[in-house]
């Protein structure tokens, strides 16, 4: 995938509100030869002018260990084109959900290391989804059974629309996924609606859980 900085190395804006916290996470991107620290920022307030100023390829953001409704929490609004991996103790299936469907492609626990942050950049950039199992396992766990879904429900889905439910995993609009298949946004949504109406689910999101609780999708 292209750099914004034409090379190849991940440029990194960091932001965390602990002094610790923050001095840990910068030793960690720069002992990384694939990365590079162009910013590194206390709280939220501000990470949004950040990111337009610095044009990173990726936004590494560190939640407090504060109560999920806390402002801590909150997600910042930073455009879809700069993906974000966010470092979070338990998030919520709710908190979760809203940060998929904001900027947010990967979510770890705040305890993570190099080894485990570095392919979430990784993923990130390259405009895919890379959740901790737990993360999984509480989003899938909101989904309920319904009757006369069975798991061999998604057996009904054609080709076309296992792609387009992997697409919409890894976090791809319409137009994207337009793109990419050779087919017109109309065929898209027609495709969604299949899936959704076919898995039962009310939301992308949702449809997006259920390939991955099912197996269809693998992260």
């Given at each position: 995938?292209t750099?914004r900085?034409?090379g190849s190395?991940i440029?990194v ?5 602990s002094?610790v916290?923050?001095a840990?996470?910068?030793t960690?991107?720069?002992?990384a030869p694939?990365l ?5 920022f206390?709280?939220?307030h ?10 990173p ?5 560190d ?7 806390a402002?801590?929490h ?7 084109t700069?993906?974000?991996?966010a470092?979070?103790?338990e998030?919520s299936a709710?908190w979760?959900?809203?940060a998929?469907r ?6 770890l626990?705040r305890?993570?290391?190099?080894s ?8 990130a ?6 959740l901790?199992p737990e993360?999984t396992q509480?989003?899938a ?7 006369g879904r069975?798991?061999?429900?998604l057996?009904g889905?054609?080709?076309?629309e296992i ?7 890894d976090?791809l609009?319409n137009?994207?996924?337009a793109s ?9 949504k027609?495709?969604v609606?299949s899936?959704l109406?076919?898995?039962?689910a009310?939301?992308r999101t949702e449809?997006a859980?259920?390939g991955?609780r ?5 992260l």
């Amino acid at each position: 995938m292209t750099k914004r900085n034409g090379g190849s190395i991940i440029r990194v804006l960091l932001t965390a509100a602990s002094s610790v916290r923050r001095a840990g996470l910068e030793t960690l991107i720069k002992n990384a030869p694939s990365l590079r620290l162009v910013g590194s920022f206390r709280g939220l307030h501000a990470v949004g002018q950040h990111v337009e100023q610095l044009q990173p390829d990726v936004v590494l953001i560190d939640f407090e260990n504060q109560s999920h409704t806390a402002s801590s929490h909150a997600l910042p609004q930073i455009p879809n084109t700069f993906p974000v991996v966010a470092l979070i103790d338990e998030p919520s299936a709710t908190w979760a959900s809203s940060a998929l469907r904001s900027s947010v492609k990967a979510i770890l626990p705040r305890d993570s290391d190099l080894s485990e942050i570095l392919p979430a950049i990784q993923t990130a950039h390259a405009g895919l989804v890379l959740l901790d199992p737990e993360v999984t396992q509480n989003l899938a766990s909101r989904i309920p059974t319904r009757i006369g879904r069975p798991a061999f429900a998604l057996d009904g889905l054609t080709p076309r629309e296992i792609e387009v439910l992997r697409m919409l995993a890894d976090g791809l609009g319409n137009r994207e996924m337009a793109s990419r298949l050779g087919i017109s946004d109309h065929t898209v949504k027609f495709h969604v609606s299949s899936i959704l109406d076919k898995l039962g689910a009310s939301t992308r999101t949702e449809a997006a859980t259920l390939g991955i609780r099912m197996g269809i999708v693998l992260l």
